[in-house]
């Protein structure tokens, strides 16, 4: 069975397993690890969260595919896949700093359907199933409704390469007196929860992974929101092209920019991104 539902319900009780151990040991961890650069962290605790999760998934539904951030694969018959972050924002976790998450997100035939986001910190618990909605502690969050960029608190991330991360910078210098404000939490899967529930108006970045953003995206789009994806070119003048979820699925590349907004919102603030070079492919200028 691939309900919807009750692949939610599996993912949060799964998820809030790892949870009280996620918040004794944040801040008290050691880095056994770095993954593209220096700033891109491992603890062991990445690595056990993510085998404890990967196991009760397998235990439950031993026919599904995994794919998780620090390794884990499994290739499933299922036509169910499960992409997991165990921490997402794992510097936030050593440093002991909220902004901090569990995320499983729920795939079926290359399409989200399910999504948890918890904050161990916090204690905030971000569900959502297909056709069911979206919850922050057990009551129901929608997008907001703002639709001018000029009135709309965005959040964003960096990437973890130094050059990357200043042309990320010189593009937000031109965002940001165009927005109320900017909010850099630090992990992708809570920023997409914010914005499921208003707590921010918009999210974007450059670079993520599906693990980032596969349970957040349901988050945004049950609460109401709009989820695009940009794939940026290099082309002169570059120009994003819009690609559905689905094909990111399938054929997931780190050159896309991902984009969660309410439906009002979603095309000024594509067009500010797009003027400001935020969704051209920072690769080309270095």
């Known amino acids: ?35 593209s650069t220096v700033t891109d962290l491992v603890t062991e605790v990445d690595c056990w969260a993510e085998e404890r999760i990967v196991a009760r998934i ?124 900017v909010r850099r939490v630090g992990g992708a899967a809570l920023d997409l929860a914010s914005v499921s529930c208003g707590r921010v108006d918009a999210y974007f970045e450059w670079g993520l992974s599906p693990w980032d953003c596969s349970a957040g995206s349901v988050l945004v789009t049950e609460a109401g929101g709009v989820i695009t994806l940009f794939k940026t070119t290099s082309s002169a003048p570059p120009f994003p092209v819009a690609v559905t979820g689905e094909e990111a699925s399938m054929n997931w590349s780190d050159d896309l920019v991902v984009m969660a907004t309410n439906r009002d919102l979603a095309k000024p603030l594509a067009e500010l991104l797009f003027e400001a070079g935020a969704l051209s492919d920072p690769s080309s200028n270095y």
């Not at 009780?13 to 880095?31: N, S």
């Not at 036509?79 to 700093?97: A, S």
């Not at 965005?154 to 927005?179: C, D, H, K, M, W």
């Open 1 to 35: 069975m691939s309900d919807p539902a009750d692949l939610r319900d599996l993912a949060l009780a799964i998820a809030r397993e790892v949870v009280p151990e996620l918040r004794r040991r944040a801040g008290g961890v050691d880095v056994s690890a770095t993954k």
């Open 58 to 181: 397998l235990d439950a539904r031993p026919d599904d595919a995994v794919l998780a951030e620090e390794g884990a694969g499994v290739a499933g018959t299922s036509g169910v896949r499960w992409l997991v972050d165990p921490i997402d924002g794992t510097t936030n976790f050593v440093y002991g700093h909220p902004g901090f998450s569990v995320s499983i997100g729920v795939e079926v035939d290359n399409r989200p359907v399910a999504g948890v986001v918890i904050d161990p910190l916090l204690g905030d618990e971000f569900c959502a199933a297909h056709g069911q909605g979206t919850t922050r502690n057990g009551r129901p969050v929608w997008v907001s409704s703002v639709g001018d960029p000029a009135a709309a608190l965005v959040a964003t991330g960096f990437a973890y390469n130094s050059e990357r991360r200043r042309l990320q910078a010189e593009a937000l210098a031109t965002i940001l007196p165009r927005v109320r404000d």
